[in-house]
């Protein structure tokens, strides 16, 4: 007889209803070999940089690294920047380890955590792949710790106390536990491989692309297009790339790093423009949902047809995203199928998957999107990429916008061309010269390094110089304004008197977006050699303290 009453424990899997298969080892590249033997005989506290272009196979040698110290009766985390970005890796790692892979990121429920938790602390798996939070998984006989994409600003924690960043902590765990610790990417941090050049890390290197060449780059300047008299976003080569494409049936992408169908509305007649009113930013039209949306504090508006302020019909909405492109693609290939990706149309790990499935299985020729599409996809029928604006990422005022903007080009250019088929890049910006977009024409990190290391040299930026990055947020704009004050005046004195040479303050002056979510932000930059002694006596009750922060805006 049944015994109805007997509880059975179901164990929620995060991975069930996703595409797994089973998989071998490849064949590795004598550069591939050569990484492995570096990782796998890499016992001391010393990182190891994996720089390869993309496409050149890190991922396999991650794995065939963690077969190897798995079979020495140890584990190993991967880390990667965003989980909903790298479903395709996620799959690898799975089918060369059935059964043996736990997933840890922000998205699971409560439940799913809960359990992946339990199987992590019973030595249930050999594997933990996750996002910045699974560094501090409950993995016993922990041997080698991957970070992939190193570079990536996701890996900072900044928005909860503690703040601290995946990579230096990963980096500390590996010295405690004297286990190698690889650190993968295309594009490596300006600080990551000065490291590497002055000894701190090993630098392994994988040049080439396996199977195919890296896509020739293009690069389009939009003077000339105005000139020629063409006011549309797409500059006729690419329109003409496009018409090949869907004429041989082959797939392309279109990156744009905004959301959104136009970032301003203004009033010609009086120059109104509609702002949010708990933040300092000009609200965005998104034409699908037909709102005005705040990027900050995602407050929605109703669109606008009148100005509110003068009550002229002259309202107008300029700028550029994703739906906008959408539109003209629309309305300039009708017949063309269309797919957008970006933070609006897949906000879960689960629409990424469904969006990423649609396009893999040829259900669209175009895909438009953020920076979503620019990491880590294995696209193989995607013959052109296309980036519709470089200039929005390299015209922040950030000290690593340059860096930003190179590794967002390099990335998306490494779309194209991963099938049988060979693949071709456009760039299209109005900054041709700049040495970013010359050097990721080229496919060229280290053209690239040279000419960024050599700026921070000059100005004193990291990895030079340490930054500390001071924040205060109040309603009351006076408030934080005279706190910041009383806080400069507290650093010049603590400076002066511990006698801290080449450490100065910037500041304080208001952040870039100086109202977010009904609060005023106030900040400041110190700067030197060693902060430490500094951060050991200065008191900062009510200050958000970011050290050693990824972005200055």
Known sequence: MLDTDQEVEVQRDPLSGL?????????????????????????????????GV???????????ALAAIIARGKRGIVLVPEIVLTTQAILRFAGRFPGRVAIIHGDLFIGERYDEWRRIRAGKVDVVIGSRSA???????????????????????????????????????????QIPVVLGTATPSAETFYRAEQGEYSLVELPGRIGAALPPVEVVDLRSELHAGNTSIISRLLYSELEQVLRLGQQAILFLNRRGAASCVLCRDCGFVAMCDRCDVPLTYHSTERILLCHYCNRQSKVLYV??????????????????????????????????????????????QGLLDRFSNREADILVGTQMIAKGLDLPGVTLVGVISADIALN??????????????????GRAGRGDEAGRVIIQTFNPQHFCIDAASRHDYHEFYAAEIEVRRRYGYPPFRKFVKFTYSHENRRRSQNEALLLRERLDECIERLGLAETDVVGPAPALMERVRGKYRWQMIVRGPDLHPLLRVIDTPGWEVDIDPVSTI
Request: aromatic share 6%; with cysteine.
């Open 19 to 51: 595409p797994i298969s089973a998989s071998t080892p490849l064949a590795l590249t004598p550069d591939q070999k050569n990484a492995l033997e570096h990782i796998l005989e890499g016992l001391d506290t010393c990182p190891i940089l994996l720089h």
């Open 54 to 64: 993309t496409g050149s196979g890190k991922t396999e040698v991650y794995l065939q």
């Open 135 to 177: 560094l501090f998984s409950p993995l016993p006989d922990l041997g080698l710790i991957i970070l992939d994409e190193e570079h990536e600003p996701a890996y900072k924690q900044s928005e909860h106390r503690p703040t601290y960043h995946a990579r230096e902590a990963a980096i500390t765990l590996g010295r405690i536990l």
């Open 307 to 352: 100005c509110p302020q003068c009550t002229s019909p002259g309202i107008r909405y300029f700028g550029l995203g994703t739906e906008k492109v959408m539109h003209t693609i629309q309305h300039a290939f009708p017949s063309a199928r269309l797919l957008r990706w970006d933070r609006d149309t897949a906000s879960n790990h689960r629409a990424h």
């Open 396 to 413: 922040l005022p950030d000290f690593a916008a340059s860096e930003r903007a190179f590794t967002l080009l390099t990335q998306v250019a």
